[in-house]
């Protein structure tokens, strides 16, 4: 019976100590990153989510000039003409988009063709790779002086909506709101 006191008395003995045991000293630092693991099987697909809220028509195929200054070939004349390189038309462009000009002059800003005075115009005329604008007037008269630029509208680029606008009867300002150009 002794003997068991004994050896129970050492259980708890040494059992307090073990439990009352601290570790001694600081952590050591993080060890190498280990290798990468190989890529799991792939889970089920998803349930498909909610129709989401239609976007705003986009401009993504629309070509804006930046604007350029005119320089007429005579002046006064009754025709005067002024060539302008457009490397990004192309012959589908011409056949397949709604092109339109704007010339400005001062403050204001018209859609080609435009009636100048009651005798006189200014109107455009492309071609692959080139604009030409031209000035024409009864007689013999100074060219408007101002810049011009062009608006390329592919047809691939209009939404079932736009197809219905009319772009030559929208103002400037219209259409650049349109297309969200500046």
Same mark, same amino acid.
């Given at each position: 019976?002794?003997t ?7 259980f ?6 073990? +439990?009352?045991?601290?570790?001694? $000293?600081?952590? $050591? =630092? ?6 990468q $693991? !190989?890529?799991?099987? @792939? &889970? =089920? ?6 129709? $989401?809220?239609? &976007? ?18 005579t ?7 002024h ?5 990004? +038309?192309?012959?589908?462009?011409? !056949?397949?988009?709604v092109?339109?000009?704007?010339f400005?002059s001062?403050?204001y ?5 435009? %009636?100048?005075? @009651? ?11 080139? +604009? #030409?604008?031209?000035? #024409?007037?009864?007689? %013999?008269?100074? =060219?408007?002086? &101002? #810049?011009? #630029?062009?608006?390329? +509208? =592919? ?12 772009y030559?009867?929208?103002s ?11």
């Amino acid at each position: 019976m002794k003997t068991m006191k004994l050896c129970t008395l050492l259980f708890f003995a040494l059992a307090t100590v073990l +439990i009352s045991c601290d570790k001694e $000293g600081p952590e $050591g =630092p993080m060890g190498p990153e280990g290798p990468q $693991g !190989e890529q799991g099987v @792939a &889970g =089920p697909q998803g349930e498909q989510g909610l129709q $989401g809220e239609p &976007g705003e028509d986009g401009n993504a195929n629309v070509i804006a000039s930046d604007w350029f200054d005119v320089s007429w070939s005579t002046s006064p004349s009754v025709f005067a003409t002024h060539d302008e390189t457009v490397t990004d +038309i192309t012959a589908q462009d011409l !056949e397949d988009s709604v092109i339109l000009v704007y010339f400005e002059s001062g403050t204001y800003v018209y859609p080609l063709p435009v %009636s100048w005075t @009651a005798t006189s115009t200014v109107n455009f005329a492309f071609q692959p790779g080139q +604009i #030409r604008l031209y000035f #024409r007037a009864e007689t %013999s008269s100074v =060219p408007p002086a &101002g #810049r011009a #630029r062009y608006i390329v +509208i =592919p047809s691939s680029s209009v939404s079932s909506t736009a197809k219905s606008l009319d772009y030559y009867k929208m103002s400037y300002q219209e259409v650049m709101d349109l297309f969200g150009l500046d």
